[in-house]
């Protein structure tokens, strides 16, 4: 009995008519996919599912009668798709850089081979690394052992390279597990094809309901495919800033390539274009929105969605707008952030950028001074407040929400005023500087505060500044994070473990001649050697610049730590004020 409703046939496919199908281009992936985004574990463990005989879920393809917008899996095929991947991106591209042996474009726009190795003695299979290149026991490249119609040659030369060795397995065991791998080959997958009558929109829908429940889409994602449907060449667009900003433009062509090394995901830019456009935290609401949803009837028409997209269009023009671009990373970066690096949260940079976009439509009320002030001292405040940190769209729906009701500019001022008391800077903040990580968005802070005030590195005529830069490498061979209180000293004369020994306020970068002069000995014997030919005022000027208690070469260790995360928080204090 047929069901004459269905959308699709159920078809069973072998794994390698699946990829010989992707290597003649009859079968591509839409514009509405993703890059490939998983991690080269998940492939290895896909082919292990795969030698076990195990389901691994099924594929969806889209029939379609015209190609109009497609991305080739092998980038090497120029022949038009006969079938479109709707479902299965990510496991079909595996396995076709594994047994192809050929390169794939990752979400990073870098070209890169899945290698995966195999150990016939263990039945173990493995992402290769160069430890595996230097045993006997594996076979470094099982796409090796799909080259051939046979595998008799590589049995034999791995029997041979492995004759020394006690395997504890019957050669023609390993055979056998050999020739299992590449039995793999014969693996029916369960195929759902799409009927060619299904137009792009339903298609889109499909999509998004069967991602909807996994764990690896976004509403970010949701938005991009309504984007190939209604308006691909501004997904294009995205796409393409996105690129670019990846690679050193050529003969000056302007690109979203830029100072400081960001590189925007279209997930991150649509989270600017939303904010900006609808005043919108929330993305599902976003997706909604461009659906062309009215959340009073709770009906969807195509009349509002075209409204819609029309905003979301004139929301993108503005975000991806190179001038707005550049000049609003000038602004970050002349606030000392001069490297993505020092940025330790990328949705303060975005909420950012779109409040500084909100604030160019206003030049009539403010000047660019003004916009560069505010949109400077929200940046830092984010980050030091950390008010987009963990699951953040509620809280930047509420910051929209307020900046209609009381103006972009009074929003800012008064938010600012409530949360930065004096609490705030001689409490809260000396007490997150209690870390031992490096990455500690505080710490952080505090060495781009050390670079807005054009800081040199202690005892040298470097500039803290040049170590960040992206574009200068050389200083950072030169250069050391020292510990003040040596780390072999704290643990041979007091026990310390790595938190208390790592304590950011132990740390200060100076030359590296100077910390091998420095060796394990404790401040109270290399300090009065490096600050003897020095004036008292030079003495003071070092202890204020780098924020050291005066009495510290003597003091207990965890008071000096105390009392220096006081004088840290107090540095990035006066600097915010300064901004």
Known sequence: MTNSNLTFTNKTYQLQNLINDIDTGNIALPDLQRPYVWKTTKARDLIDSLYKGMPVGFIILWEILEANSFKKINQENKRDPRFLVIDGQQRLTSLYSIIKNKEIVSKNVHKFKIKISFNPIEEKFEVYNAAIDKSKEWIPDISKIFENGSTFGLVNDYLNKTKDLELGVAPETIATRIEKVRNILNFPFQVLELSTELDPEEVSEIFVRINSKGESLNQSDFILTLMSVYWPEGREQLENFYKDAHKIPQDNKPSSYNIMGIKPTPEQLIRTIVGYAFDRGRLKYAYLILKGRDFENRVVSQELREKNFEIFKTGQQKALNLTNWHDFIKIIHSAGFIDEFLISSKVA??????????????????TYKDIETLVKRWFVFSIITQRYTGSPESKIEDDFNKMKDLGVGEFIKTTIGIYLTNDFWTVVL????????????????????????????????????????????????TLDLHHIYPKNYLTTHFKLKQKDYNQVANFVYIEY???????????????????????????????????????????????????????????????????
């Open 349 to 366: 940079f975005f909420i950012s950028y779109a409040i500084y976009l909100k604030l160019l439509d206003l030049k009539t009320k403010f």
């Open 513 to 579: 001649k100077d910390n091998i002069k420095i060796s394990d000995k404790p401040p109270s014997v290399y300090w009065p050697e490096f600050i003897k030919d020095l004036s008292q005022d030079e003495i003071t000027q070092i202890y204020e610049t780098y924020s050291l208690p005066e009495e510290f070469p003597n003091m207990d260790y965890f008071d000096f730590l105390r009392e220096r995360r006081k004088l840290m928080a107090e540095k990035i204090k006066d600097y915010f004020n300064c901004l």
């Open 430 to 477: 000396p007490e997150q500087l209690q870390s031992s990580s490096t990455r500690n968005y505080v710490y952080l802070t505090y060495l781009s505060a050390l670079i807005f005030n054009d800081v040199k590195v202690l005892f040298s005529d470097i500039k803290l500044r040049d170590y960040f830069k992206p574009q200068f490498k050389s200083a950072k061979k």
